[in-house]
């Protein structure tokens, strides 16, 4: 805006001074400058003054620019503006003395630009110039610049109008046209000439046919003559007596002869009616002869008056004969002369027909142009069809991918408020889980606590049965009652302690035996409270309470291992919620790649939206050069048209013509004359002829060169303009890609401490994995150790303190179990840490997938604008093409209209002349005036010449600085392409990084997969060592039952002899029964195990033992294994 109204104030300044030095008095600079130039360049204005020799008073040319040449010369700013005078002086001069030229207009302008420079020379002395000499002092810079390119063209001009004056003294000279300004009265000239020709021809003709026609008679003439000296020499035969008589007549006739036989050669052929009536009488003779009988007498008299009469007839053919002669010479002279012209005719025949020739090539030429404009038509045609098409196909593009980008937007915004919806569940369950966190680790350490307090009252059970049992000792030392019932009331002591243990283990085994387990261990205690009572010893109630609070302390202890067992139900809950957040990280990778898919779509819409705005510019320029192919067809197609108009004309014209050729034949002998004439001047004017069409042809050319030049102008303003905007583009697109550097670069560093966490989290899973491994060693050799232990406690089954000492490691057992549950809540504890991580990296991974979808949505919009942008420079351009055509239009009507005026000047100069040949006496009254009034219309002409020439010479100036611009505007378009090959350099390497980074993270992500593997792996491996374990429990504490159950049964129904043996039998069956449901579970999970290192470990230490193998059973079961 600053710069526009900074453009007015200028503009409005510059019209005010121009209009104070026009009214200022300009006398005073113009006569120092001449002073100061005179004083300082030795008077340079005496060679403008010299006077030049005109011929003819023609109308004056610019002065020579030797002459003002020096005046013009660029040394000093000071020195400039001095000769600018005397070329305008003489150029005034010029035009006062004859009708005027352009020179006034250029002294007038000079002098205006002499002002300038005076002005700015004037102003540059002082210390600070305003802005408006500042800017005029820069105009004068730039007119210096182009002075040489000026200074060019005007010798151009000058040396044209020097060319032109030799053919217009010619042309004055040997035609009745003043000048090359009169271009009517030429083609007036040469179509009298070649009129004149026609009728020279139609009178060759003529003349022919006559001639032909005499020669024909003059033969006939020549064969009469022939007989007739026949007849006299058959004449003087007959008769000797009048041989002197006749022979005076034969000399006569031989002489005769004679004279006729030596004009033979001559061409006359008009004298055959003459003799015609001769050989009538030779036959009338001849008869006469044949039919009488000869005598002298009667014929002498005959002979007489016949040789009279032959002498007057002999004095008639002389007579004839002279006049014939001096006819025949005549007509010799005339022969002559129509060889001559029949020479010259022929010779324009030749012409006329190589102008015909010439026609028809014309002709051929404008139906193969017309061929050819029907052809560019069609071409036009389709190529505006498929203009039509592709922008109805851009358009349809264009919504399609409005729609395409309305519907992922709206994906995206549901695929955001799911993501946040299950962020939100997320951070609900997260909340529950910490919290059930909380309520688990309280419920553990009041677990801990009720354990650690049973294990103390187990310990003093321990004790106190102890005490018990070495009081029961002493008392049965002390009397014989006692010692007989020792046995009995050891066995019950015994056989309670067992049914307790057993009935504590069996407890522990409730799930598997159901109601009619648990009826067994009740039965027991009340058969042993009714045998004490039978008893009635006072010793045996402190066991039987002791008894009591162990059975309670199990029953507790059974109770705690339900709620361990519920608590490691929750512990599976927590375990399913991870999976479920685990599930939720992997949709919001989902969500992210979708978004990245989402990402390169719009990548491949912006280069389709870029091939679609090239097709459209490819589209564009052919659309510029079928119009002007349109335009050159048309042109073509007026010439056509006006051709056959003209040969029209020409056909009516020679019809006329050919009528009024009778009347022309009078004239054809006054006129011959003047075609010899004509002839040496068409001689003398074809050249100069030529050299004007020629002419003519290089300035239709240098028009047309002109016009193209102008739409190449246009079209590069329009490109300009394009690739300002495409410059301001790239800018954006810089500046947008220079923030998704910045964001990518923040990425880069996210995900690089993604990828140390996760490497941390992998040497931390190692070492979980490590220690797993070693906690699965030691399980496996803790089952070899139980299994010996199972075989020790089968061996000592009637040993207490073994059995004490057993619990007792289970409690140890228990307690490592609790601390190997301890050591998992820390690490599902720390991996619900790092999932509280992985969370908070993937809300910022959806802020930042957000932030970029809502810089696609600015790009999308971005570039929607640029789409609005080509929209309305397409329709600047159709408009500017119509503006085009308008004024092609325009151009052709003033073409028709000045072809029409010429026409119609054309048939009014017919007109003329056709009166003119038809009044001779006012011809030169009307040729005079005809001439004064083509005088006036030369020099109209040659004022329009020079107007035309003013024109042109303008015209190649604005075309030279167009140039200019197009130079410049090409150099900005090949910066702008640099840059834009840069950007798309950097763009590459940008996505290069990307793509690395991606890679990197994909890596990650499956790093992390497989760890996540090997957590399975290792968590599916605990959860069988647990089951192992519990399997392992479960035998032992059905062996210990059994073992129970056999020495109750022997106690009960046999004495103390037969007790080992039936224990042993007992303990021997409820043993094998025991083995065979082991054996089917060991023999499940050894065919549910897929890993071949644990089948064979099974092989080796459960199987191997329970099975009893061989060193060949362990052998086949190894191959058999290795062969699965």
């Known amino acids: 805006m600053f710069q526009r109204l900074k453009g007015a104030i200028d503009t409005r300044i510059a019209e005010e001074q121009a209009r104070q030095r026009a009214s200022a008095p300009v006398s005073r600079t113009s006569s120092l400058r001449s002073s100061t130039q005179s004083d300082r360049n030795g008077s340079p204005s005496r060679p403008a003054r010299r006077p030049r ?3 003819h008073d023609e109308a004056p040319r610019g002065p020579d620019p030797v002459e003002f040449e020096k005046a013009f010369a660029l040394e000093d700013d000071s020195e400039e503006p001095s000769g600018m005078s005397t070329p305008s002086m003489q150029g005034e001069k010029a035009s006062t003395a004859e009708s005027g030229t352009p020179t006034a207009s250029g002294s007038a302008e000079s002098d205006e630009k002499g002002e300038e420079r005076q002005a700015s020379t004037a102003t540059r002395p002082s210390s600070e110039l305003p802005a408006e000499v500042r800017s005029k002092l820069r105009k004068l810079e730039t007119l210096e610049s182009k002075y040489k390119e000026l200074l060019r063209s005007y010798r151009i001009a000058h040396a044209r109008a020097v060319a032109v004056e030799p053919f217009e003294k010619v042309l004055k000279e040997h035609t009745p046209v003043s000048g090359i300004s009169d271009p009517d009265a030429l083609v007036e000239y040469l179509n009298q000439l070649s009129l004149k020709g026609d009728m020279v021809m139609d009178e060759l003709k003529r003349v022919s046919t006559d001639r032909d026609n005499y020669k024909k008679k003059f033969e006939e003439a020549e064969k009469q003559t022939q007989d007739a000296q026949a007849e006299v020499a058959s004449l003087k035969s007959p008769t000797g007596t009048t041989e002197d008589a006749v022979a005076p007549i034969a000399k006569t006739d031989s002489n005769d002869s004679s004279t006729p036989a030596a004009s ?8 055959i009616g003459l003799f015609s009536p001769k050989p009538k009488n030779e036959a009338t003779f001849e008869s006469t002869d044949s039919e009488e009988f000869f005598s002298f007498d009667e014929e002498i008299p005959k002979l007489q008056t016949e040789v009279k009469d032959k002498t007057a007839e002999v004095e008639d053919l002389k007579a004839k004969v002279s006049s014939l002669e001096k006819d025949l010479a005549v007509a010799q002279e005339a022969s002559a002369s129509l060889v001559r012209d029949l020479e010259k005719a022929t010779l324009e025949l030749n012409e006329s027909k190589g102008a015909i020739v010439a026609e028809k090539v014309l002709q051929e030429k404008i139906k193969t142009q017309a061929e050819d404009v029907l052809t560019l038509q069609a071409r036009l045609k389709a190529a505006e069809k498929r203009v039509s098409s592709l922008q109805s196909d851009l358009e349809n593009q264009r919504k399609e991918a409005e729609m395409k980008t309305a519907s992922l937007e709206k994906e995206h915004e549901t695929q955001r408020e799911a993501s946040e919806e299950e962020l939100k569940e997320l951070s609900r369950a997260h909340k529950e889980l910490e919290i059930i966190k909380l309520e688990l680790e309280a419920q553990v350490k009041n677990l801990e606590e009720s354990k650690a307090s049973s294990e103390k009252r187990l310990q003093d059970m321990s004790t106190s049965v102890e005490s018990l049992n070495r009081q029961i000792a002493d008392g049965a030392q002390g009397t014989s009652k006692t010692a007989k019932s020792e046995p009995l009331t050891g066995s019950p002591t015994a056989a309670a302690s067992t049914i307790t243990t057993g009935a504590g283990k069996k407890k522990n085994k409730k799930k598997k035996k159901g109601p009619n387990a648990v009826a067994a261990p009740e039965e027991s205690p009340a058969e042993v409270t009714e045998k004490e009572e039978t008893s009635g010893s006072p010793t045996a109630q402190g066991p039987a309470d002791l008894h009591a609070e162990i059975s309670s302390l199990k029953a ?15 512990g599976k809950t927590e375990e399913d919620l991870r999976e479920e957040l685990e599930n939720m990280q992997e949709n919001l990778l989902s969500i992210g790649q979708e978004h990245v898919e989402a990402k390169e779509k719009i990548k491949e819409l912006e280069a389709e939206k870029t091939a679609l705005r090239e097709q459209v510019t490819k589209l564009e320029a052919e659309i510029i050069n079928h119009k002007d192919e349109l335009k050159a067809s048309e042109k073509a197609d007026a010439d056509f048209k ?16 050919q009528k009024d050729l009778g009347a022309a034949e009078q004239l054809a002998t006054s006129r011959y004359r003047d075609l010899t004439d004509l002839k040496e001047v068409l001689q003398k004017a074809q050249p100069e002829l030529k050299a004007l069409r020629a002419e003519n042809e290089t300035l239709k050319v240098t028009k047309s060169e002109l016009v193209m030049k102008v739409s190449e102008l246009r079209r590069l303003e329009a490109r300009e303009r394009d690739l300002k905007a495409d410059v301001a583009s790239f800018k954006k697109q810089a500046a947008d890609r220079g923030t998704e550097i910045r964001t990518l670069n923040e990425k880069v560093t996210q995900e690089t401490n993604n990828r140390l966490r996760f490497e941390d989290q992998s040497r931390v899973t ?34 207490l303190r073994n059995k004490v000492k057993e619990l007792e490691d289970q409690v140890s057992k228990l307690t490592s179990e609790s601390k190997s549950l301890r050591e998992e809540v820390d690490l599902r504890g720390s991996q619900y840490n790092n999932a509280q991580g992985l969370l908070s990296s993937m809300r910022d991974q959806t802020s930042e997938m957000a932030m970029q979808l809502k810089e696609a949505k600015e790009q999308s919009e971005s570039l929607e604008e640029e789409l609005g942008e080509v929209q309305r420079l397409l329709s600047e351009r159709t408009r500017e093409g119509e503006t085009m055509r308008r004024l092609l239009a325009d151009v052709d009507d003033r073409a028709d209209t000045k072809v029409r005026e010429m026409r119609e000047r054309m048939e009014t100069a017919l007109e003329e002349r056709d009166r003119a040949e038809d009044e001779a006496s006012t011809n030169a009254r009307r040729r005079a005036r005809e001439v004064d009034e083509l005088k006036t219309k030369i020099r109209d002409f040659e004022r329009d010449i020079k107007r035309a020439t003013d024109d042109r010479d303008e015209l190649l100036r604005s075309e030279k600085e167009w140039k200019q611009r197009r130079d410049e505007l090409e150099a900005t378009s090949q910066r702008a392409t640099q840059e834009a090959s840069e950007v798309r350099a950097a763009m590459g390497e940008l996505r290069s990084a990307l793509d690395s980074n991606e890679k990197q993270a994909r890596d990650a992500e499956k790093q992390r997969a497989n760890l996540r593997r090997l957590l399975d792996e290792t968590n599916q491996r605990y959860e069988k060592l647990q089951r192992d374990v519990k399997t392992l429990q479960g035998r032992q504490a059905k062996l210990s039952s059994s073992d129970v159950s056999s020495s109750s049964r022997t106690s009960i129904d046999s004495g103390r002899a037969l007790s080992p043996g039936g224990a042993a039998l007992n303990g021997g069956a409820t043993g094998g029964n025991m083995d065979y449901v082991y054996l089917k579970t060991i023999l499940l999970q050894f065919l549910e195990q897929k890993d071949k290192k644990r089948q064979a470990d099974l092989v080796k230490t459960v199987l191997g033992q329970l099975l009893h193998f061989d060193r060949k059973d362990q052998e086949r079961w190894m191959a058999a294994v290795a062969a699965r």
């Open 556 to 570: 507790e202890i059974n109770k705690r291992d339900a709620q361990i067992a519920k608590l490691q139900t929750k």
């Open 53 to 55: 020799p005109k011929e």
């Open 766 to 799: 190692q070492r979980d994995l490590r220690k797993s491994e070693a906690e699965k060693i030691q399980l496996a050799a803790s089952g070899e150790k139980m299994a010996a232990e199972l075989l020790k406690v089968q061996g000592e089954a009637s040993k």
């Open 264 to 271: 033979v050669k001559s061409p006359v052929t008009s004298v």
């Open 642 to 657: 006006a051709l056959r108009t003209e040969y029209e004309d020409l056909k009516s014209k020679s019809a006329s013509l």
